[in-house]
């Protein structure tokens, strides 16, 4: 089944360490994207990237890397200069709205990884 | 700049109606939509409307979309215990950038 795999599920870090998130998929979408989710608010962007080889800054890109050499991936690094990275990091994927007449924008999402630092 | 807002929770007795409210300030918004989160899980699209649009109903879920308030609503009938879950309101103006609200917790009571 097409879709979109993040991992790890759960990740546990020391302060200070960078940690990397994956994140693949095979629905052939050109666009994605990373969010972060935190209690109370609402998703909010890190990064996204429109094709291969190209990647912008979202609202809350410091302290967060990413790399898009294929495709298929889009692995996000939460790196030390991050203040606060205890949260919920949520991946996705679209074809941009106004592509073409069916494409709407959905984004369609992964299962999340849950990142806790001690 | 963009901002969608909406309530934190809303609880509902199991067979009751739900009504999840949201305002957004960005008029040139093109498409609505309302997203679903499961416990420990991402989000899946429940529903959108395009801007040029008042209503749109898909089985259970009535959507409602004032253009003039800037309000969209997002009516759930005959509400189960399966519903329980986080609403999410979002818009986007087409391209790459989708705004989304702090989301609903919606609590079903049997």
């Known amino acids: 089944d097409g879709g979109i795999t993040q991992s790890p599920k759960y990740l546990f870090r020391k302060e200070g360490q960078n940690v990397t998130l994956s994140c693949e998929q095979n629905?052939?979408?050109?666009?994605m994207y990373w969010y972060r989710q935190d209690p109370g608010q609402g998703l909010r962007l890190i990064y996204y990237?429109?094709?291969?080889?190209?990647?912008q800054k979202g609202d809350i890109a410091e302290g967060y890397s990413v790399s898009r050499e294929k495709k298929e991936s889009f692995p996000l690094t939460v790196t030390s200069a991050q203040k606060n990275p205890t949260a919920f990091y949520l991946c996705?994927?679209?074809?941009?709205?106004?592509?073409?007449?069916?494409?709407?924008?959905?984004?369609?999402f992964g299962e999340g990884s849950r990142l806790t630092v001690l | 700049g963009e901002d969608v807002e909406q309530s934190l929770f809303l609880s509902v007795r199991e067979g009751d109606s739900s009504v999840i409210n949201c305002t957004y300030t960005?008029?040139?918004?093109?498409?609505l939509y309302w997203y679903k989160q499961e416990p420990g899980a991402g989000l899946q699209l429940l529903t959108y409307?395009?801007?040029?649009?008042d209503m749109k109903q898909d089985q259970r879920l009535t959507v409602l979309l004032n253009k003039k308030d800037k309000h969209l609503s997002l009516r759930i009938a005959d509400t189960q215990t399966g519903d329980s879950a986080i609403y999410f309101c979002?818009?986007?103006?087409?391209?790459?950038?989708?705004?989304f609200g702090a989301g609903t917790r919606l609590f079903v009571k049997a």
């Open positions: 996705a994927s679209s074809i941009p709205s106004g592509t073409s007449a069916a494409n709407t924008g959905e984004l369609f």
């Open positions: 629905l052939n979408h050109d666009a």
């Open positions: 990237s429109q094709i291969v080889n190209d990647f």
């Open positions: 960005d008029s040139s918004s093109t498409y």
């Open positions: 409307i395009f801007s040029n649009m």
């Open positions: 979002a818009e986007s103006t087409g391209g790459f950038k989708t705004i």
